[in-house]
């Protein structure tokens, strides 16, 4: 069953938009050059008799003209291609090998079998024969094509673009479209969605007119990301044939190009469909809604969907539900979850109940649901994180830490419930246990550094400073040879945080210089990262560099305007620049970032957002 795609995580194949660029048909053979007198007619003569049917007496022809002239490089060629199309493969590729035998240069021959033998999908062997022919005729356009069509289709995406970069583009228009096409095919198993569309825009220009080709050329261009043109090219099509692919291409082309989609949403919905085609469009538009965020605009798709069903789906209900949660319709999604539950409860039900009851702000129904949801799946760690994320975001740290301790014994390997772990453990004020729990959750990333920034951000603001475990773990991969590297550049950031946290607090003036060029260092690595141009802001007003602290520091307060800490630091800032009316605005907001600071909270939202959605991809059972 089809699920739509949300942001919860939830994903559902999208396999309207998955495009596999098609070639045209086998490159013909070429027309073999005759080595006889060109007055000869029996060659001719038998390919008529077999295009008329007359299968044995075009063979006759041709093996009695052969038995007089085995060298025949026509005639010999002709056989094969007679017994090649009429099915006689084995025989095909005698005469094939033979014509080669009596002519082991001859080009035509060598493209008769390549072509033969992709044809019958032995593609090895036609890269070997072709292979051949382009070392025998580097100058042959032919057979680099024909070469690199078949790499393409045994995916040698690299080899093909070799091999067809000196082919020139061929004058005759049909002839460029299959260039072209063949050209957007190699340059999307590359990877280069771009140039792949380029080439496919290049097919369209040689025929404009030609509606597959500018509904092929549109796909192309949405998997470059290149929404004005693909919408430039599918809406006319669209307009012109209103079709279900086109017109869900256009869909998606405008929402993912933020333009006005309403009228393509109209006209499909519109359309004349059998049930069956117009509950696949209702959901596939839906797909597309929510992957845009129009989550209103979903639900309306999937209700209707639900109503093509009878109501009896519980993949569609449940769809219906995350996305009416998802645009704030707590209590819809209720009343929609709660009959599923009791016909088919399971442990996503059950989940999606427990986020939907703590929006209705039903704090105990909540934590039941999100109980109820490891009782039916105790091996999914993904339930033992939500509901320790519940307990977290509602202030009750020991029951999360009881939570966070049963996820780390039931799920060793994981470095999310490490992390969960760690920030239980640092909300109860057990601080050297929060430090081992998080290096252990690095050590499970694989030292990746997503998991610096928790434990850098639990020990940055500590009372009384971060602790000596933290700061010799971080600085430690922060000086290996690796920390110069930008994907090092979280301990790089965090190194420099804490060393300055450290120094300050013991009044060390002497560790500044040291500080400064680590945070420096970090700055250049995250240049647009909140906490290395704020920890910047703070060691240099420390160290008395007041219109270089004020520069980062005016910054930091735009980026983080509920520190009641960077705030301070700039009202000091232009206290000592003689800035009185400015010291006494950031006094102010001071304290009121005091009163509405919950650094907590913070932690656990970004928990999350960052650990837990990605946990939850899943459709009900």
């Not at 199309?85 to 090998?97: D, L, P, V």
């Not at 970069?165 to 771009?194: K, N």
């Not at 209103?242 to 393509?264: D, I, K, M, V, Y």
Request: with cysteine; proline share 5%.
């Amino acid at each position: 069953m089809n699920r739509v795609t949300t942001d919860r995580g939830r994903r559902v194949p999208p396999a309207l938009f998955s495009c596999i660029f098609l070639v045209l048909a086998l490159v013909a053979p070429a027309l073999a050059d005759s080595d006889k007198n060109t007055t000869d007619s029996i060659t001719p003569r038998a390919q008529k008799l077999a295009l008329s049917g007359h299968m044995e007496e075009a063979v006759a022809l041709l093996q009695a003209k052969l038995a007089a002239h085995p060298a025949d490089l026509s005639a010999r060629l002709a056989l094969a291609e007679i017994y090649a199309g009429s099915g006689h493969n084995e025989q095909a590729e005698q005469e094939f090998r033979k014509a080669l035998q009596f002519h082991p240069l001859a080009s035509a021959a060598e493209l008769a079998l390549g072509a033969f033998y992709m044809k019958t999908e032995s593609l090895p062997a036609a890269e070997q024969i072709l292979d051949g022919a382009v070392r025998h005729h580097p100058k042959l356009n032919e057979s680099r094509e024909q070469l690199a069509l078949v790499l393409t289709r045994e995916r040698k995406y690299a080899e093909a673009l070799a091999s067809i970069r000196p082919v020139p583009p061929p004058p005759a228009l049909h002839d460029q479209v299959r260039y072209f096409r063949l050209l957007a095919s190699i340059q999307s198993g590359l990877g280069d969605a771009p140039a792949a569309a380029h080439a496919m825009e290049a097919a369209l220009h040689a025929m404009p007119n030609d509606e597959e080709l500018q509904l092929v050329t549109a796909v192309a261009e949405a998997q470059a990301g290149d929404w004005p043109a693909c919408i430039r090219n599918i809406a006319p099509l669209f307009e012109k044939h209103l079709a279900p692919n086109s017109g869900l291409l256009l869909l998606r082309a405008q929402l993912a190009g933020h333009e006005a989609f309403t009228s393509t949403l109209k006209s499909l919905r519109t359309l004349n469909l059998p049930e069956d085609l117009k509950l696949e469009l209702r959901v596939r538009c839906a797909e597309a809604l929510a992957s845009a965020d129009k989550h209103a605009d979903a639900v309306e798709e999937l209700q209707e969907a639900v109503k093509l069903t009878g109501g009896g789906d519980d993949t569609l209900l449940y769809n219906l539900a995350v996305e009416e949660y998802s645009a704030g319709q707590f209590d819809v999604a209720f009343a929609t979850l709660a009959p599923l539950r009791d016909r088919k409860d399971s442990a996503e039900v059950e989940d999606l109940l427990g986020d939907v009851e703590e929006q209705r702000g039903h704090r105990p129904a909540a934590v039941h649901s999100h109980e109820q949801a490891i009782a039916l799946a105790p091996e999914e760690e993904r339930y033992h994180l939500s509901l320790g994320a519940e307990l977290l975001k509602f202030g009750d740290y020991q029951s999360a830490l009881s939570v966070f301790q049963q996820a780390a014994a039931s799920f060793p390997n994981s470095a999310r419930s490490y992390v969960g772990l760690g920030m239980a453990y640092y909300f109860t004020e057990k601080n050297d246990e929060s430090v081992a729990a998080f290096l252990c959750a690095d050590k499970l990333d694989g030292s990746s550094g997503r998991v610096l920034a928790y434990l850098g951000s639990t020990q940055v603001d500590n009372a009384t400073g971060p602790a000596p475990a933290a700061v010799d773990a971080i600085c430690g991969r922060a000086d290996s040879p690796a920390g110069s590297n930008a994907d090092q550049s979280a301990a790089v950031l965090w190194c420099g945080a804490l060393t300055f946290r450290k120094a300050y607090l013991a009044g060390n003036q002497s560790a500044a210089p040291d500080v400064l060029r680590r945070l420096r260092k970090a700055l250049n690595l995250a240049p647009r990262d909140a906490v290395a141009k704020c920890s910047l802001g703070r060691a240099l007003e420390w160290t008395g560099h007041l219109e270089e602290a004020r520069h980062w520091l005016e910054i930091c307060v735009q980026l983080r305007p509920d520190s009641a800490e960077d705030h301070y630091r700039l009202s000091r800032v232009y206290q000592g620049l003689g800035l009185k009316q400015e010291a006494t605005q950031q006094a102010e907001l001071t304290d009121k970032a005091n009163a509405e600071r919950n650094q907590r909270q913070a932690l656990t939202d970004r928990f999350v957002q960052e650990v837990l959605s990605p946990s939850k991809a899943t459709e009900p059972k």
